[in-house]
């Protein structure tokens, strides 16, 4: 028997998803706002069970002027690990079911191609911010926090960075906490609010519909962090924040591994660079970096700091384009732009990122960077996607779903080189 009319329409919506986006697509415009998203390398095969990342260090020391010295000397190495697991990342996309309707019995494929693309285009933006976020971020998910100097008993309050005020967006449902680190409660068992709209980088406010901040969440203070809601301590991964934590020597334990047993190989190296211009930031961590041992090639930094960089060298820097990795059977068109400074041990790619924080810069080993996923960083759900759309509950729309089952992985924390700014 034929298919019915909505069968027939879900399955040319289905056509032109593909058509649209197709997976190498979908994955290009995803990984293409940050150069760490699109440069490390990726690992597709990743499973449903926990990942172990052995971490070494202490070579054997088995060496002497004589062979009773050189036995003598002899030791093994440490042994710690990383255990990690894939997270979830999904997104959902709805259509009207009258328009579905009207192609049915118009048979104008025109009428689909508009919504679907504006659709499209909006689910996978906010994809690609959330990754882009991510993976600057340490896991407990701030998006950003109240200025300590704003009042909370309106509809409206200020950010204290207003770098911040691109993590927002009308429509988004935040929850609010206190510490901004792991282990903290929600402010008001979780109460939710929802912006309304936000300011400019001049006046970095965020407004929200309904009553003010402090009905709708009464614990709220002054100072408190804002997160996308279900986010807070679970984010969609652990990114280089949590990896290579600013520390003075006692990291913690992270992911099973008691870093504080080295705290500079399991959690990279710190600087300072407030009293130090952006070139003599790169040059210096470069150097911690290679007398560490390692062979530094990229430094990170925010797109305010390439612009000072550019600045210092009165404009007259030659910007390249650096490619990104493969992801799977994939080779990627996205390419980055960049410039690159001689370090200790060769060239250092200067790598901008508006996703980077403006107090925080990172000398590394781009080799050192894994993200891991089941099946292609992002795909479409074919269970309930171009296949077969959705009625969902109470409306008379259908849903398109895009999926990820992402992990990041520093697999050596001891390559990098945090530099405060």
């Known amino acids: 028997m034929a298919a019915g009319p909505s069968t027939y329409a879900r399955h040319i919506v289905g056509g032109l998803v593909r058509e649209i986006w197709p997976d190498e697509a979908l994955i290009e415009e995803v990984i293409e706002e940050d150069p760490i998203l699109g440069m490390c390398a990726k690992e597709t095969d990743w499973g449903y ?16 002027r004589t062979f009773a010295d050189a036995k003598r000397n002899k030791s093994t190495a440490s042994e710690a690990e990383f255990q990690l697991s894939t997270r979830e990342m999904f997104a959902a996309l709805s259509l009207e079911g009258k328009l579905l309707r009207t ?9 689909l191609v508009d919504p679907l693309t504006r659709e499209g285009e909006a689910t996978i933006d906010r994809m690609r911010r959330r990754f882009s976020k991510t993976i600057h971020g340490d896991g407990v998910g701030v998006i950003g926090r109240i200025a300590t100097t704003s009042t909370v008993n309106t509809t409206t309050i200020t950010l204290a960075d207003a770098n911040d005020l691109k993590n927002f967006e009308a429509g988004k449902v935040l929850q609010a906490e206190s510490t901004g680190a792991t282990g903290g409660t929600l402010r008001s068992s979780g109460n939710e609010v929802i912006v309304a709209s936000i300011g400019t980088e001049d006046n970095p406010t ?12 009464p614990a709220i203070a002054a100072g408190d962090r804002l997160y996308e809601t279900g986010t807070y301590d679970n984010d969609y991964f652990y990114g280089l924040g949590g990896y290579l934590p600013v520390h003075t020597g006692s990291p913690g334990t992270f992911l099973t591994c008691n870093r504080n047993l080295n705290p500079g190989w399991l959690a990279g190296r710190c600087m300072t660079g407030t009293n130090l211009s952006v070139y003599q930031r790169i040059k210096k961590a470069a150097r911690i970096s290679s007398d560490a041992g390692n062979k530094p090639d990229t430094y990170l930094l925010s797109t305010r700091n390439f612009e000072k960089l550019e600045f210092e060298f009165d404009n007259k820097l030659v910007l390249q384009k650096f490619p990104a990795a493969d992801v799977g059977k994939y080779k990627l068109g996205v390419k980055y732009g960049g410039v690159e400074v001689q370090g200790p041990r060769g060239p250092i790619k200067v790598l901008p990122s508006m996703w980077m924080p403006d107090d925080v810069e990172r000398c590394g080993e781009m080799s050192s960077l894994l993200m891991g996923s089941i099946g292609p960083l992002v795909h479409w759900d074919d269970g309930n996607g171009p ?10 729309s ?11 992985l520093v697999k050596k924390p001891g390559a990098w080189v945090r530099v405060a700014v």
């Open 398 to 408: 259908r849903e398109l779903r895009a999926v990820s089952d992402p992990a990041f």
């Open 103 to 111: 192609f049915e019995y118009t048979k104008k494929k025109a009428l």
């Open 49 to 64: 069970a926990v990942v172990h990342h052995p971490l070494g260090w202490g070579a054997n020391q088995g060496i002497g």
């Open 206 to 217: 965020v407004t929200i519909s309904g009553a003010a901040w402090n009905v709708q969440i």
């Open 387 to 396: 296949k077969d759309l959705r009625t969902e509950d109470a409306t008379d």
